[in-house]
């Protein structure tokens, strides 16, 4: 058991921002960046604070305000986004890294940078569910002369393939005027971006892509783009509005839920096929610096929600003087591979379980919630899910049935971890009638249906009396314990504490 004192909310900010321990994303040849960044000359810009309306709208992007380009940075990062006193807290890998990919409309992301703690911390404080982006019209201004693929005559774009390990891309392309094929190839050293600038069709003398050094101290235009991830849990919060006979979208991400991460560092993602050093990286972050777990003793949430099973081994594998009230093994009882995240979900949905942790020479817990990954909207589908034994087994016993779903198309295609998704809204489903009442008692057996199981459960503690609705704030009761993080001796935030906790 570690005896080492946790940073203060405020140490946090700093020890966060300028960590650089893992030698994989900081020494040698970085393997991610540099990427187009922007600041303000504002120390609190209210451009910060003055976020769009959220939205579960996935295709919200919209033109915000003005920034400062500062060129080429590396990622800095992150600590949890949102109000540390907020009674929720999601935990997910680590930051997404959107702009990784030059085509897919990822080449027009653009990340902040900042030389002062108060403004990062601001910036923080205030994330909510979008991130920011550039335009094309932008990163023309940072094309290498000499780099671009010009078109020689009108065609489109194929998908182009990028190295996930290497600075390298390879461009289809299918010329009107051709039936072969034309392929590109286009590689860049580490101070240089490759962009593709060609959408679905071009012309003839468009640039399809270049090599880009952004531009520096010129005016940069925000857009604020709507991340599937942290819009995730809007729907939830809906459904506990309507359970708390509250107003529709009084609850919100930044206010009412805070998101955190295993990981402070940015990537692509988070599998085999990106080389990352996943064991030696969760061990740094998570186990040694510790930067989560310590924000989890400043914040002391009423609900942890655990997001993906990757998520959920790296906070067991450092829980360290945290103690858990269930197994929160990812593996199946009955093998070494991984266990059902759904499987999870209901468990913890549906039987309160807890982690206890030292504070002050007190014991505080706070609720686990485990679900699966907030970047796929489908998982948070109802659906009927089987493992593939236990659908082979199905097939054989109601060949009938498994023939109506299969025209029906409602067998989804298998999941990594060997899981069929049924697509079935449950017993209002359309298709109950046309199958036998047996088979129909099993598919409803292994049957989620995932923003009501977690609603349910959130609602329970409300019931419970752990989470309270606060008339004269419009949000979630904050949860005991002081904060300094928006009022301290190094920065004051102008709009002070909303909730009177400074």
């Known amino acids: 058991m570690s005896n080492r004192i946790p940073l203060t909310d405020v140490e946090l900010v700093d020890a966060v921002k300028s960590c650089t321990s893992c030698a994989w994303f900081w020494q040698g040849i970085r393997p991610y960046g540099p990427f187009p960044s922007f600041n303000w000359a504002e120390e609190f810009p209210e451009a910060i604070r003055d976020q769009p309306p959220q939205t579960a709208n996935s295709r919200f992007h919209e033109k915000t305000h003005m920034a400062q380009a500062v060129g080429a940075e590396y990622i800095q990062p ?14 997910g890998i680590n930051p997404n890294l959107s702009a990784f990919k030059p085509y897919d409309n990822g080449a027009d992301f653009t990340y902040p940078w900042f030389d002062r703690n108060g403004s990062y911390a601001y910036y923080y404080r205030h994330a909510s569910v979008f991130q920011e982006r550039t335009d094309l019209e932008y990163m023309r201004k940072g094309i290498i002369p000499g780099s671009e693929i010009i078109a020689r005559a009108d065609g489109q774009i194929k998908r182009p393939a990028r190295g996930m390990d290497h600075r390298w891309m390879e461009i289809p392309v299918q010329y009107d005027d051709s039936d072969e094929e034309t392929v590109y190839e286009l590689g860049w050293i580490p101070e240089e971006r490759a962009v593709v600038f060609a959408s ?33 849990i809007l729907p939830i919060l809906n459904i506990l509005e309507q359970r708390m006979d509250i107003p529709k979208d009084t609850l919100e991400v930044g206010e009412d839920v805070s998101m955190h991460d295993m990981i402070g560092c940015a990537s692509p993602g988070w599998s085999d096929k990106y080389d990352i050093p996943q064991q030696r990286i969760a061990s740094t972050c998570v186990s040694e ?16 929600i655990i997001v993906s099973n990757s998520s959920l081994k790296m906070f067991c594998d450092g829980l360290d003087s945290f103690s858990a009230s269930i197994d929160l093994t990812t593996k199946r009882p009955d093998s070494d591979e991984q266990r059902d995240v759904f499987d999870l979900m209901k468990e913890t949905c549906l039987r309160k379980r807890y982690v206890s942790y030292p504070v002050n020479g007190k014991t505080v817990k706070t609720r686990i919630i485990v679900t699966p990954h907030f970047s796929y909207g489908s998982n948070f589908n109802n659906q009927s899910r089987f493992s593939v034994q236990a659908w082979e087994a199905f097939k054989a016993e109601y060949p009938g049935d498994y023939l ?19 697509d079935l809204q449950g017993e209002d489903d359309t298709l109950k009638d046309s199958i036998n009442p047996a088979a ?20 329970s503690e409300v ?9 004269q704030s419009g949000h979630l009761k904050r949860v005991s314990g002081k904060c300094t993080f928006c ?13 009177g906790k400074a």
Not at 440 to 459: I, N, R, S, T
């Open 78 to 91: 992150a600590v949890l986004r949102g109000c540390r006193k907020a009674p929720i807290m999601t935990v």
């Open 463 to 471: 019931e419970a009396g752990n989470l309270h609705y606060d008339s």
């Open 487 to 499: 009022v301290n001796d190094q920065w004051q935030f102008p709009e002070g504490c909303a909730y």
């Open 404 to 422: 109506t779903l299969k025209k029906a198309n409602k067998i989804e295609r298998e999941t990594y971890n060997g899981y069929i998704p049924i």
């Open 440 to 459: 129909w008692q099993v598919l409803m057996g292994h049957h989620y249906e995932p923003k009501e199981l977690v609603a349910d459960a959130l609602y």
């Open 200 to 232: 679905d069709s071009f012309k003839k003398g468009d640039i399809i892509a270049a090599k880009t050094d952004p531009a520096k101290d010129t005016d940069m235009q925000l857009y604020a783009q709507a991340v599937g991830y942290y819009q995730r």
């Open 289 to 304: 610096k510790r930067f989560m777990f310590d924000q989890l003793i400043q914040s002391r949430p009423e609900v942890l």
